[in-house]
């Protein structure tokens, strides 16, 4: 009963993903992962490698895409009914929070569900994306409105779930997981954020937030591919100086996704 | 236009909050960090007073108390139509966690906002709170349907907000105090936890996530209280084994709240 309403629709006439390939969602069901963090640099390491690459924020609430890839003066143009989106070293960028930033309100987004679904489907489906080979959406968390109207609508490809060491993290990890079966989405891999902290002064490894549960959820899933970060200074100097981690340090070993 | 939504009602007949003197919400705008830890033990610090108090888990997508305060065979009792709270060391507890423990659906929560609202208002208006000095209200992330509803319906005297040194959560965090700055509800404190980390091998302390903003906060919204939290293995570690803190180690530098 709870999942009744998890039977995907026929994807919508979204007329701006016509000419993308594969649509993979970063998400985890838990807030303050890192899903974002993981999202910019997944779709920057894509691009290095020579794909097409767009990035879409689809956190309506609370949009961080503005704070990790920074522009000057934000305004977005339309051409005819599509939105173009911004392009920072050949990525395409769209997020709810450079529509407002381009219309001067940066208020709170203070809206009921029904609103927030028909924010994303005009935001997703009437940018101007192009061709692509990847389009990456970095999901907010929870399995509300937003998981359910992509889900619904959007021709996902694949899932990469972001998960922290804690038990609070794993637990809404799984429930996270779960929605992506619900919604017939593959998950095809596994990145436990935050694994330790290194003390640069003395080396010692500190693993702040616990061993973690990155095998059991592997095993638990069937996961092939699973990857650890540690927590780093770099990481967060880098998103919030509006520069993805990637650009900055290409040696950096969170990079060597 | 977008906070149209946020002219407050009048509080609904909510029974069970009759005979509640105060009712905090904790908040932040931004998931993961810290507002279930921060929430938690401060409403086991107010009960250590001396005073009656109820814990309220808001978030129905991924609800923390029954990770942070475990019981080992959760059941839920009904007296009338009111549901009997848990009750820990003194203090009444209530989340979604509970209920879908009690009977026996750990699925995700895959809904829409109006259904999402209705069992918050049964949630938090049925449980037969009794006479409680202080109800702590665990808030979820974001500025939607929940935050709506609780705003609108719940006497809520005052907010407490989490953030932590990251921009990301700074600008999430605007909004969420802006959010019940339209709901009427004023922020009392500020807590900005996971402030640094220290070594215990070489007492080095470490500021992982930057130096934070906590006093442009202060200045900007002219908060009285302000805290600072370390990030510490053990908040996790009690948090991951259901024991809070307050309880388990109440010589802790981060319980003297
Ligand atoms: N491994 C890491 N080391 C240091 N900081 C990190 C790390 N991963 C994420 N962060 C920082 O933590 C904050 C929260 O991450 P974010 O990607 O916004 O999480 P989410 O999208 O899951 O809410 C960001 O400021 C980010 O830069
Ligand atoms: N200061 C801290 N040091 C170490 N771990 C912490 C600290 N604050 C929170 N945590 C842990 O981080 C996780 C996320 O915190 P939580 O309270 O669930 O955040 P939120 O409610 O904002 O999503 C929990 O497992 C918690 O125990
Ligand atoms: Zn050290």
Redesign the interface.
């Known amino acids: 009963e709870?999942?009744a309403?998890?039977i995907k629709q026929k994807p919508t006439q979204m007329k701006g993903l016509e000419k993308v390939r594969h649509i993979i969602a970063v998400g985890s069901?838990?807030?303050?992962?890192g899903k974002?963090m993981v999202a910019t640099n997944l779709a920057f390491s894509l691009s290095k490698t020579g794909a097409k690459v767009g990035l879409f924020d689809a956190d309506i609430?609370?949009p961080?895409l503005p704070?990790?890839v920074g522009f000057e003066n934000v305004s977005l143009k339309m051409e005819g009914s599509f939105i173009e989106p911004l392009d920072y070293e050949g990525v395409k960028l769209m997020s709810f929070g450079y529509a407002t930033e381009s219309s001067g309100?940066s208020?709170?987004?203070?809206?009921?569900?029904?609103m927030?679904?028909q924010v994303i489907q005009q935001l997703l489906g009437s940018t101007d994306w192009g061709e692509l080979d990847y389009l990456i959406l970095d999901m907010?968390?929870?399995?509300?409105?937003i998981?359910?109207t992509i889900g619904q609508q959007v021709p996902v490809t694949a899932a990469v779930i972001v998960t922290?060491?804690?038990?609070?993290?794993f637990?809404?990890v799984v429930?996270?997981i779960?929605?992506f079966d619900?919604l017939k989405i593959p998950t095809i891999a596994v990145v436990e954020n935050m694994s330790y902290?290194k003390?640069?002064?003395?080396s010692?490894k500190?693993?702040?937030?616990?061993k973690g549960a990155l095998n059991s959820l592997s095993e638990e899933f069937g996961f092939t591919q699973s990857f650890q970060f540690p927590?780093?200074?770099e990481v967060?100097?880098y998103?919030?100086n509006g520069q993805p981690l990637v650009i900055a340090e290409p040696e950096n070993e969170v990079t060597q996704l």
């Open positions: 709870m999942t309403q998890a069901g838990k807030g303050g992962v974002s609430y609370g961080s704070t990790m309100e208020g709170p987004a203070i809206m009921r569900g029904p927030v679904a907010p968390p929870g399995t509300g409105d998981q359910l922290t060491p804690q038990r609070i993290s637990v809404d429930k996270g779960q929605m619900e902290f003390c640069n002064d003395c010692k500190h693993q702040v937030f616990g927590m780093q200074y967060a100097y998103s919030d």
